[in-house]
């Protein structure tokens, strides 16, 4: 049976342009070169060392590591994602620890794809938290900080150490997301999570004691997003501090 062919991906800005491209002043578009080969305009020539910033056209092909090291910051949405085919003589750093990259000095720009797929397999999901759900929610969190500054400290350190009767710890979960993401080869698309929650929380509120609180919950519904089809509800609401919601119970 033939093996099914791998499919590489490369991610970039709105622009289309290799970020660390730019950065070394040879900017490469991808967008204005679909269907063209693209040799690497200043390649490395000690085989497969950082001799520049840009010594060789880096792609995965595990659409959930797309987004790691591709020199794009501050994370911000949207980037394109393109499918590429790597040509000529090929390597990377080493197969134990990088078996999902491939460092080459010409490629052809096969096609634009979704990419969304750059934050996991739930990345449509992922994008619905970040965009629509965080900045509806970051106000009442901070609410509840505001309220009693006191009480959600300790609230919040109780979920992060303990969870409760019908879920995990915040801590115990958090490893747990990151474990899985690990595994998946999700890690990129869990770090951008992360930073794009951050991000729709400082959109949505002013720099105050609360936005620390409203990060973590922001995180948690985040990643709980990116991995809701693979956990159950004892890891999905501890990621999401689910119990934090109710009001604070009253001592008799």
Not at 7 to 34: M, Q
Not at 124 to 147: F, H, K, S, Y
């Amino acid at each position: 049976m033939a093996r099914k062919p791998v499919t590489w991906y490369i991610a970039t800005p709105a622009d289309g342009t290799i970020e660390v491209s730019r950065h070394a002043g040879t900017p490469v578009n991808l967008a204005t070169n679909v269907g063209q080969v693209v040799d690497h305009p200043k390649p490395c020539t000690n085989l497969w060392f950082d001799e520049s910033p840009f010594s060789y056209f880096r792609m995965v092909k595990r659409v959930g590591e797309a987004l790691e090291d591709t020199g794009i910051w501050p994370v911000t949405w949207p980037v394109r994602l393109w499918i590429v085919e790597p040509l000529g003589e090929t390597g990377n750093w080493g197969q134990r620890y990088y078996p999902y990259r491939l460092l080459s000095h010409r490629i052809r720009v096969l096609e634009e794809t979704d990419a969304h797929r750059a934050l996991g397999a739930a990345g449509r999901d992922v994008l619905d938290v970040v965009q629509q759900q965080i900045p509806e929610q970051a106000a009442r969190w901070a609410a509840d900080w505001d309220a009693d500054p006191k009480g959600m400290r300790q609230r919040q350190w109780n979920w992060a150490q303990r969870g409760g009767r019908a879920c995990g710890s915040g801590q115990w979960a958090e490893s747990v997301a990151a474990a899985t993401s690990h595994a998946r080869r999700e890690s990129a698309a869990q770090t951008w999570t992360e930073h794009l929650a951050r991000r729709a929380v400082d959109q949505a509120l002013a720099d105050t004691d609360a936005s620390m609180y409203a990060y973590s919950r922001a995180t948690g519904h985040a990643v709980a997003a990116q991995h809701q089809a693979r956990f159950d509800a004892y890891v999905l609401d501890a990621l999401r501090g689910t119990g934090l919601d109710s009001p604070a119970a009253v001592a008799a």
